[in-house]
């Protein structure tokens, strides 16, 4: 198999787990064990009645049913829960595309939406993002990508790494547009809790049968260690990826299920806080950004907790990402993870003591790095 190394999860090793301060993370911030149980009552007893033998394909059906009330139409027949939405994504691109099929895809995207669609050998189609245009992702350039060719359609809203997103009516119009082609729609919804001016937009398999959503416990639920996402699909189309997981991970942990079945139907005690910290995080860190503009240059997110935080006196971003991760300990994602160097993602889900602490280190960063270009600081000032 010919598959591009994930830029991300490489950086991710070298420093996830030695970097004092994390603001790389595209998720709030963390939940432990100890604070679950106390607030979703979970016992002893709970836990020592669990039986740690097989469980279902598609999941137990109390997880199925908390995820389909939440996040779909109610119909646990359209739910399989998975380690993780990235499992999701790969049984996806794995048994629903072939060699030589059309894939539109965002960019920049996280890598697995489209790197495993290309090891297939699908020809892929770019819907940019571009900084000029506040990320807005542009209709018009979608309909102009999307014709009778096109076998799959991914997108990722509220997206990651930018923030941006799509307003309902736009939502609709990818849809029709989605609808006009006969084309799956992959709608990775991992953020869609977090919004911060805009509703929360509807899963698209109420509206379109070919739709297939994804959801995570991963980045509003603060619960990435726990391996639990989901794909809502026709029951045909979960069929399908059944096919393929029968061959990998089979199914998920009973003890886990259990776990993320409480998270899901007690949601918005795990999600409401981590977003009001998201909502204080993002002021200040906007105001860092104004007060550094000689610097960089911010596009406000519309939902998710990361931005994509332009740097153009930058020449080496890596460089610039591993010395502040080794002389600061400070951990950012360079945006060569993204395929745009001229960027970073800073992640503000964080606590909001680590985010002040890691900016003011960026602050120093900045004023005393060396190989910084010069022009930008002329053309800034300037400006
Ligand atoms: C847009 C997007 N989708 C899916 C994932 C996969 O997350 P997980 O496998 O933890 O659910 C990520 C992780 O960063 C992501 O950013």
Same mark, same amino acid.
């Given at each position: 198999?010919?598959?591009? $190394?994930?830029?991300?999860?490489?950086?991710?090793?070298?420093?996830?787990?030695?970097?004092?301060?994390?603001?790389? &993370?595209?998720?709030?911030?963390?939940?432990?064990?100890?604070?679950?149980?106390?607030?979703?009552?979970?016992?002893?007893?709970?836990?020592?009645?669990?039986?740690?033998?097989?469980?279902?394909?598609?999941?137990?059906?109390?997880?199925?049913?908390?995820?389909?009330? #939440?996040?779909?139409? /109610?119909?646990?027949?359209?739910?399989?829960?998975?380690?993780?939405?990235?499992?999701?994504?790969?049984?996806?691109?794995?048994?629903?595309?072939?060699?030589?099929?059309?894939?539109?895809?965002?960019?920049?995207?996280?890598?697995?939406?489209?790197?495993?669609?290309?090891?297939? /050998?699908? @020809?892929?189609?770019?819907?940019?993002? @571009?900084?000029?245009?506040?990320?807005?992702?542009?209709?018009?350039?979608?309909?102009?990508?999307?014709?009778?060719?096109? @076998?799959?359609?991914?997108?990722?809203?509220?997206?990651? $790494? *930018?923030?941006?997103?799509?307003?309902?009516?736009?939502?609709?119009?990818?849809?029709?547009?989605?609808?006009?082609?006969?084309?799956?729609?992959?709608?990775?919804?991992?953020?869609?809790?977090?919004?911060?001016?805009?509703?929360?937009?509807?899963? $698209?398999?109420?509206?379109?049968? @070919?739709?297939?959503?994804?959801?995570?416990?991963?980045?509003?639920?603060?619960?990435?260690?726990?391996?639990?996402?989901?794909?809502?699909?026709?029951?045909?189309?979960?069929?399908?990826?059944?096919?393929?997981?029968?061959? *990998?991970?089979?199914?998920?942990? $009973?003890?886990?299920?259990?776990?993320?079945?409480?998270?899901?139907?007690? /949601?918005?005690?795990?999600?409401?806080?981590?977003?009001?910290?998201? #909502?204080?995080?993002?002021?200040?860190?906007?105001?860092?950004?104004?007060?550094?503009?000689?610097?960089?240059?911010?596009?406000?997110?519309?939902?998710?907790?990361?931005?994509?935080?332009?740097?153009?006196?930058?020449?080496?971003?890596?460089?610039?990402?591993?010395?502040?991760?080794?002389?600061?300990?400070?951990?950012?994602?360079?945006?060569?993870?993204?395929?745009?160097? /001229?960027?970073?993602?800073?992640?503000?889900? &964080?606590?909001?003591?680590?985010?002040? *602490?890691?900016?003011?280190?960026?602050?120093?960063?900045?004023?005393?790095?060396?190989?910084?270009?010069?022009?930008?600081?002329?053309?800034?000032?300037?400006?």
């Amino acid at each position: 198999m010919d598959i591009a $190394p994930a830029h991300l999860e490489y950086w991710l090793r070298d420093y996830y787990f030695t970097a004092e301060i994390d603001i790389s &993370c595209s998720g709030v911030e963390s939940f432990s064990f100890g604070e679950l149980r106390q607030l979703f009552n979970i016992t002893p007893d709970d836990l020592d009645s669990i039986v740690l033998r097989d469980s279902r394909t598609l999941g137990a059906p109390d997880l199925r049913t908390a995820i389909g009330n #939440r996040f779909g139409n /109610g119909k646990t027949e359209r739910v399989m829960a998975t380690n993780g939405s990235s499992e999701a994504i790969y049984l996806i691109m794995n048994s629903l595309l072939e060699p030589g099929d059309e894939v539109v895809v965002l960019d920049p995207a996280y890598q697995q939406l489209f790197s495993i669609a290309e090891s297939v /050998g699908c @020809r892929l189609k770019h819907w940019r993002l @571009r900084f000029e245009d506040s990320f807005h992702p542009d209709l018009a350039e979608a309909r102009r990508l999307i014709g009778p060719e096109t @076998r799959m359609i991914v997108v990722n809203f509220p997206h990651n $790494p *930018t923030g941006a997103s799509l307003t309902p009516e736009e939502q609709d119009e990818l849809i029709d547009l989605a609808a006009g082609a006969g084309a799956y729609l992959v709608w990775d919804a991992a953020f869609a809790e977090l919004t911060y001016d805009s509703p929360v937009l509807p899963d $698209p398999g109420t509206r379109y049968d @070919r739709s297939i959503t994804l959801g995570t416990l991963s980045k509003a639920y603060g619960l990435p260690g726990l391996r639990v996402g989901w794909c809502l699909a026709a029951p045909e189309v979960l069929e399908r990826l059944v096919r393929l997981r029968d061959y *990998t991970t089979l199914a998920l942990s $009973p003890l886990v299920e259990h776990v993320a079945t409480r998270a899901i139907e007690n /949601g918005d005690l795990l999600v409401q806080p981590r977003l009001a910290q998201a #909502r204080h995080n993002l002021e200040l860190l906007v105001s860092w950004a104004n007060r550094h503009s000689e610097f960089v240059q911010l596009v406000r997110p519309q939902g998710g907790v990361s931005v994509f935080m332009r740097v153009p006196g930058v020449v080496d971003i890596e460089d610039f990402c591993r010395q502040l991760a080794d002389e600061y300990g400070v951990l950012l994602v360079p945006g060569t993870s993204f395929g745009d160097p /001229g960027y970073v993602r800073v992640g503000f889900g &964080c606590s909001t003591t680590e985010l002040t *602490t890691a900016l003011s280190r960026l602050s120093e960063h900045f004023h005393t790095y060396k190989p910084l270009v010069t022009e930008f600081h002329q053309t800034a000032s300037s400006a």
